[in-house]
């Protein structure tokens, strides 16, 4: 696979360290009373979609951005690829 | 025998001999000869055995889809199994030998098979052997082994190497055919950078198959100039003998070119490409009737290409069989070329006449094939069930054309039938891909529309691409057409009709498979072998596929479609592994002192990609435990130092550090004053343990982390994910810093004698001034900058001394002159290990993945007052049994009896069963110190078990030691030394 | 139809006319007692143990495609029971012993061949793991053995014992690991749940359940609603997907792993050899040829194809294991779906639903856990209990904190 870079352009998909389903961004809070069940589903339910999939990518032999990556489960055609950083503050709020 | 003179042929140089010899017997080719063209024109018509039935096989096809030739290449050093001979350049003194039968090709012992076929056919291996059981393995299936197997493995390792490489173009055309060199050329013109890759070791295609007119030219005169043109433009790349193996996502292409003359075997090419094209040309098909799978029987197609291209001439008595108007194109050729051509068996009912001086049988069928060793002859039948024999040599079939279109399946796209060739074709889905089929390979079976046909697709592409076509023109070809019937198989006759001629897979077999439900195209390829060969059944799968149609009553595309995978061609594992071999498998991490340790004794153990000293020997050391409880000795009773620039060293900074390190530490890190140091339990998202190392605090905002080795990377990775994904907000910056400093740990109750002689005179690193858990940024020797911990792994007064990498060899070496008093040593991580287990500090081999905290007696650090990573799911209740595994030390009750790591552990008067398991022994050493061996492990509620005796049990070395629980820390439990 | 040597003859000189269907082609009925959802290995082997052993009858396997298609046909046909902790080695430790006996099982020769599988280790760390491993393995019942660097020389000489950059230093043996064909695991189930009156329908595509006040009574499929008073589902690689129609999100991940087979060449290779210093295992097959594999890929994927890194890793380990394959020549590679779970061991479960059971998250080592998985999870539809072998493998285990963490990567599946 291909992927490109929002900096550095097309990369080899060899250079990159997948981590998972971007909902990983939003780490739930410490010291709420559900915190236990809330980290258990954010942890260990992920979208696992056949189809359109947002994900964590790596650039490990890069420049040591993490990507959140669109891309089609089933025909691995990437649609966007942007900046974690970016995406969380496009998010509209960070979750801690 | 006077062997004739081949005709007047396009791409052989006939005054050029080349020597070869086969099966032992020597002969004589040409330049531009394949193998099988050589053999050929040497009247040599038997060349293998079949892979079951050991029947005898000749030449099939002219190209790489071919089934049958299969022969062993011998070289100098090795020797080339299952080569195909057709696709074997010919080289002077090239040595080839028939594979799979013994004594010899003629008299094949193993062909008793094919006298037993009725009882051995598709899948009766699956419904006998099965008893008694164990005969299986000791009877049956050696048996089968040895017969199973096509070539032999050569072990040896030739000379010659592989390489990789890289290739970036905006414009791939697979295949120089006619559509591959007018798409090349268009393409070229434009300025786009393209590459067009033959797979042949000569350009163009079909067409050096052929001797009609191009623009008045021979085709193979219309080629060379044209690839003149081509070769002009600095912007297009061409290559041949490459084969694209491979098509895979976002235009990802894999090829292996083949070197001549080279000091490299082949490169293999990862290529990049925004567009592809496929030209890849179509494959003609076989048609099964009674035993045409003797030598002699040819598809039409290759015949025409050895009498066009390889000018074979000794072709005696030619029959063709067909369905398709392409056959008469071959018996066109054969009779201007003086041979004997016995007549075109049509099956259809009107064909159009191409020529008066060709005999045609129409409305016929051939329904066997005679002959044992070769053809001799065949019955065919007409419409009104007339039996005629004619005598032949040769027999070219055809049952039409497939377009190639192996690569388009490769992504996952299915292929979709076409009616009006009866073919399937590249499929085209809502899915954007790369590659585009053109020409022959996309359908177009005559000439003027594959020109047409690539003409359309790059003018497409070059929009695509936003570019503007320069002037070109295009070559002038007389009009042709090509008809065609489908006729998939000779229903009659009751013997063996060939489908797969490789893997012995006859239509009986795909009967057979039917009957007993494996109606699935899948089961039927999986239950029968068909397609499964080297040729991966390009010359017979749609055929296979038309046969279990025809029985279930239905069409072709409701049965099923037949879908490629990668490699398109076998090629060598080597191939695909290029240079990264032997010890370049994986690059190799040297530590900074690595050469000073070579030179001083030291012995090199493999931690993940590093090269670390274990110990040095000295002289009268003749076993590594001399060395290891020597240096062990040295550090406890003197001074000793060990390279451990290993750690990882993450530098964080900014003004959110301190608030970083603390969310990502489970303990406590808000208090760390400037200028200490502080010991970190770093917790993954599920409460595990991840890794655990030291952080310092250097100033206000400036903090510098350790790892362990071992998670250096996956450490700094989590910190990144931590920071950018989780805490964006945050002013933070992180720099792996592993490789920019050298860290020396100098251990040992003199080590600040040796340290006070290093540091420059402003610092003072007395135990009041400088304090255990202390660290500064210094100099030492003069200026040199450093940064000093008093940070201690081996449980001694310890300093941790860290300096820019280029210093490292002459700071050791500095440190074995100033320290001759206190003779001072170099230690291992051995001696390291060694003293690590002695003071009870988990480890890589106690930090496994699935240890908690509590496991490791540090339940209590995990602060439940602030957040951090792993903090809230290191909660649940499974992390916190009462019974759960605490780190215990081990020692054994006679002090000679050995503890092994992997060691289970038991109550003494348990058996050893799994519910008895209380859990294992996960470090073990001889303690020099104390001088037995010791032990660090996990044991269910271990904490409330020190003084107990268990059993360390170890069945699979057939050992048993009863150990006492203890303290892990058995050396100076209460760190009075590391404080003094 | 009974198989043995006698049969085949009798056929043979009928001129194979007399074969019947190895499986039939059944109506559907209107309602089961148990429907297993995917004829895969799993879903097959169940069907059979349910009939067999548990004396169900009215049983039905759906299959949305072509039976044994899955990942059963997608595999490099390895059996062993090498496993670290007891919840995971017990259990392997069981399928192997079914495995022995399989062919007398099902009447059908799947070919289990025991030549043994040899895990080679390269630095004290690993012998140490390996031990504690070996010694789970006896302590449950398994066979292993440790073998010197010599002891795999006479054996295996094959391997590189020069110039390999990380020099093997000795290795785990379990000589009643092996391989089987494993196409003919999904037949010869069928055949044999077949032969006990098991329905096994395919093409029949489940497109959702039928849950009324919290129990599924059935399923709905593209040849209409079929119902059942129980429902297994046996769909690894699809398991998400399968649930997600019950709106249950699993503690799963999908992801391709790739399988490579060279040409056939005569036979070389005994037994199963595994790489300890990269991703990469081999065998030998009765064809001849060189079936090998590594890791997966390593992204969330339902294609059943990979990319080409993967498989030049997985080449660059073979040839840094075993330098005289070099010559060899790839054949074909394809990619299978896996089901990868939180902590690398499967799910044998219940499911919050009443009547709809689950077994997935095989990770890669589903074709092995074949035997074992059907009888566990026949054994936990029929009882509604679990099979005490396979009471670990819970569902809710990750909320609780009970993972089973062979590899020790804890919540990320591409590690496990």
Known sequence: MIIDHPLLGPRDASEFIYLGDASLLNRPKWDEEKSEDNFYKYLYLRENVAGMHKELWFHQQGDRSWLVISRNTVTHEIFKVELATEFKKNMGKSND | MTRPIRTKSSLINTNKKLNFVFNGKKYEGFQGDTLASALLANDVKLIARSFKYHRPRGIFTSGSHEPNALVEIVHDDYNEPNSKATTVELYEGLVAKSQNCWPSLKYDLMSINDKFSKFIGAGFYYKTFMWPSFFWEKVYEPVIRKAAGLGKLSKNKNNKNSEKGFLYCDLLIIGSGPSGLISAYIAGLSGIKVIIVEEDYVFGGSLNNEIFKISNMSPQAWVQSILKEIRKLSNVRCIENTSVIGMFDHGVFGAIQKLKESKLEQIFWKIVSKKALLCSGSLERLIPFQNNDLPGIMLSGSIRSYLNRWGVNNFDKVLLFTNNDDTYVTALDLISNGINLIGVVDTRDNPRIFDPKIKVFKSSQIISAKGKLYLKGVDIVNKVGELTHLKCDYLGISGGWNPNIHLSCHTGVRPEWNEKIYAFVAGKTNVSTHLKAVGSANGKFSLNDCILDAEKQVLEILSDLEMKPKKYSLPKIKEQSFEIDPFWFVKIGSQRKWVDLQNDVTVKDIEMAYAENFRSVEHLKRYTTLGMGTDQGKTSNVTGLAILASLSNKSIPDVGTTVFRPPYIPLSIEALVGSSIGKNFKPTRLTPTHNWARDNGASFTETGLWLRAEWYSQKNEFHWRMSVDREVNSVRNSVGFCDVSTLGKIDIQGKDALEFVNKVYCNGFAKLPVGKVRYGLMLREDGIVMDDGTTARMSENHFIMTTTTVNAESVYRHLEFCHQCLWPEMDVHLISTTDAWAQIAIAGPKSRKIISKIVDKQFDVSNKNFPFMACKEITICGGVLARLFRISFSGELAYELSIPTQYASSLVSYLMEIGKDENIIPYGTEALGVMRIEKGHAAGAELNGTISAQNLNMGKMVSNKKDSIGMVLSKREGLNTLDGLRLVGLKPIKANHQLVSGSHLFNSSDTITPINDLGYITSSCYSPTLKSSIALGFLKNGNSRHGDYLKASNPILKTEVIAEVCNPIFVDPNGDRLRE | ?416
């Open chain 3, 1 to 416: 139809m009974y198989y043995n040597v006698l049969k085949i003859l009798k056929e043979g000189l009928n001129d194979n006319k007399g074969w019947k269907k190895t499986w039939q082609n059944p109506e559907i009925k209107k309602k089961y007692d148990v429907i297993i959802i995917g004829g895969g290995g799993h879903g097959l082997a169940t069907a059979f143990y349910l009939a067999k052993e548990f004396k169900i009858k009215n049983i039905a396997v759906l299959e949305k495609n072509w039976i044994g298609g899955g990942n059963v046909g997608r595999n490099t046909t390895i059996i062993r029971s090498n496993y670290l902790l007891n919840e995971n080695e017990a259990f392997y430790e069981f399928s192997l012993k079914l495995w022995e006996t399989l062919e007398n099982q099902i009447n059908y020769n799947a070919m289990v061949s025991q030549r043994g599988v040899l895990n080679v280790f390269h630095s004290d760390a690993q012998r140490d793991s390996f031990v504690r491993r070996g010694n789970s393995m006896i302590i449950n019942g398994a066979d292993a053995e440790l073998f010197d660097v010599d002891k795999i020389k006479s054996i295996y000489p094959f391997l590189d014992y020069d110039n390999a950059r990380f020099p093997i230093k000795g290795g785990l043996f379990q000589k009643r690991g092996g391989s089987v064909r494993h196409d003919a695991v999904a037949w010869g189930y069928a055949h044999a749940a077949d032969e006990l009156g098991v329905d096994i329908i395919q093409n029949c595509e489940v497109t959702g359940f039928k849950i009324k006040s919290g129990t599924c009574i059935g399923v709905e499929t593209n040849k209409g609603d079929i119902l059942a008073n129980k429902i297994g589902c046996a769909v690894a690689g699809s398991s998400s997907v399968l649930m997600s129609k019950a709106n249950m999100n699993l503690p799963l991940e999908s992801h391709v792993l790739q399988a490579f087979v060279s040409e056939s060449l005569k036979p070389f290779i005994p037994g199963v050899i595994t790489f300890g210093a990269g991703h990469f295992y081999i065998s030998q097959s009765d064809k001849g040829g060189l079936v090998f594999g590594g890791d997966i890929d390593g992204y969330n994927s339902y294609a059943q194809r990979g990319g080409m890194d993967m498989l030049e890793d997985v080449c660059e380990g073979g040839l840094a294991l075993m330098p005289t394959i070099g010559k060899a020549r790839l054949l074909r590679m394809w990619g299978g779906i896996m089901d990868m779970s939180m902590d690398g061991s499967p799910i044998i479960d219940k499911t919050h639903i009443k009547g709809l059971y689950l077994n997935a998250g095989w990770c890669y080592g589903g074709f092995k856990a074949t035997p074992a998985s059907g009888w566990c999870f026949a054994h936990l539809l029929a009882k509604g209990a679990s099979h005490s072998l396979s009471e670990n493998f819970q569902l809710d285990r990750f909320k609780n904190g009970y993972m089973i963490d062979e590899k020790g990567q804890g919540a990320q599946p591409n590690l496990h």
